[in-house]
């Protein structure tokens, strides 16, 4: 008795459609509710579905999670290179449409703000600087330039430097404050790295930061120091400036 046998073709063509179902119900499930319920791994999965093409991608996004340490923060963080090198099915289009998910966050935040915003508190600024470092990789010391009215006028990158550490020179800063013809200034950095508690040379440099600035008529009303989640430190709000 001959054994008969589904073609070939149709058997692709059967795999196919169960491909493309189960990428329109992860679709449809974001579409209903956003991104409550997903796991970090059908997160990246819904990305992948955009870079990688009639391919199940469900074992690329775990293989992800568990190169960079179960943390999906941690592979959307990781350089471009490192991702298409640890996992196999990463290319290059992958690896930069995963590199811009934080970036794109960054410049949507940062959109939401006028250019003339006033800082009326220690929280709308955090909010702010959130937005502009939150997700950086490095150490940056940023200058936010104010008029008398606390309305923003301009940002300064004074600095950019390694993961733990920035080299910040007290005439840069004056410089920025200067150009902007700013009556005050927000100092701030970012700790990649860990906590935002201060150290020495932190609580150092903002003394020598508003001492000279005084001396310019320019006030310093914080120094916030943001790190990862909600965390930050404001040396206003902890009489760091007294």
């Given at each position: 008795m001959k054994t008969s046998a589904y073609p070939q073709s149709a058997?692709?063509?059967a795999a196919s459609h169960g491909l493309e179902g189960h990428r329109g119900r992860l679709r449809e499930r974001f579409l209903r509710g956003g991104l409550a319920g997903f796991h970090d791994y059908e997160i990246l999965e819904l990305l992948l579905t955009y870079a990688i093409p009639r391919k199940d991608v469900k074992p690329i996004a775990?293989?992800?999670l568990e190169k960079f340490g179960n943390n999906l923060a941690a592979v959307l963080d990781a350089p471009a290179e490192a991702l298409q090198r640890e996992v196999d099915g990463i290319g290059e289009a992958a690896a930069i449409l995963l590199n811009l998910v934080p970036r794109l966050f960054d410049s949507y935040q940062a959109s939401r703000w006028k250019p003339r915003e006033?800082?009326?508190s220690t929280q709308?600024?955090?909010?702010?600087?959130r937005a502009l470092l939150g997700t950086q990789r490095q150490e940056i010391f940023c200058v936010l330039a104010l008029d008398s009215q606390n309305r923003l006028l301009a940002v300064e990158q004074v600095q950019r430097g390694s993961v733990n550490r920035t080299a910040v020179f007290p005439r840069q800063v004056a410089e920025a404050a200067l150009k902007h013809r700013a009556t005050a200034v927000i100092l701030s950095h970012n700790h990649?790295?860990?906590?935002p508690t201060p150290s020495a040379a932190d609580r150092q440099l903002?003394?020598?930061l508003r001492q000279m600035l005084s001396d310019l008529d320019i006030l310093v009303h914080d120094h916030i120091i943001v790190a990862g989640g909600d965390q930050y430190y404001s040396f206003a709000e902890n009489g760091g400036l007294e």
């Open positions: 058997v692709n063509s775990k293989e992800l006033a800082f009326c709308s600024a955090v909010s702010y600087l990649p790295g860990g906590a903002t003394k020598k």
